[in-house]
């Protein structure tokens, strides 16, 4: 088993920055790529950014240039600088960590923290 714990979460105003983190505990062993998600009201949960454990990263387009997706592996962590924050960035943001089971991916979900943008 994997938890994932969020934080650093709020409420920004557009053009401000916030960073958001993830600590992961547990069976870490076969966790290879870590992410954030994010689910606005009435819309499908979205990739925003992914790191794999060698530093690997990509981005969804729309925050390309705005948000940056790190990782220290020595203190399980991932976090999410995101500058230039627009409105549209306003969701609930998921940590997620994708393990290898032998048979294939499963995929371990944090509790979510709420990034709020204020015109």
């Known amino acids: 088993q994997v938890q994932l714990m969020e934080s650093g979460g709020g409420l920004v105003q557009a053009g401000g920055s916030l960073r958001i983190s993830c600590v992961a505990s547990?069976?870490?062993?076969?966790?290879?790529?870590m992410g954030w998600y994010r689910q606005a009201p009435g819309k499908l949960r979205e990739l925003v950014a992914t790191?794999?454990?060698?530093?690997?990263?990509n981005y969804t387009d729309s925050v390309k240039g705005r948000f940056t997706i790190s990782r220290d592996n020595a203190k399980n962590t991932v976090y999410l600088q995101m500058n230039s924050l627009k409105p549209e960035d306003t969701a609930v943001y998921y940590c997620?960590?994708?393990?290898?089971?032998?048979?294939?991916?499963?995929?371990?979900w944090g509790q979510g923290t709420q990034v709020a943008v204020s015109s």
């Open positions: 547990g069976r870490l062993l076969n966790i290879n790529t």
């Open positions: 997620n960590a994708d393990s290898d089971m032998g048979w294939g991916l499963y995929a371990y």
């Open positions: 790191i794999t454990r060698g530093g690997s990263t």
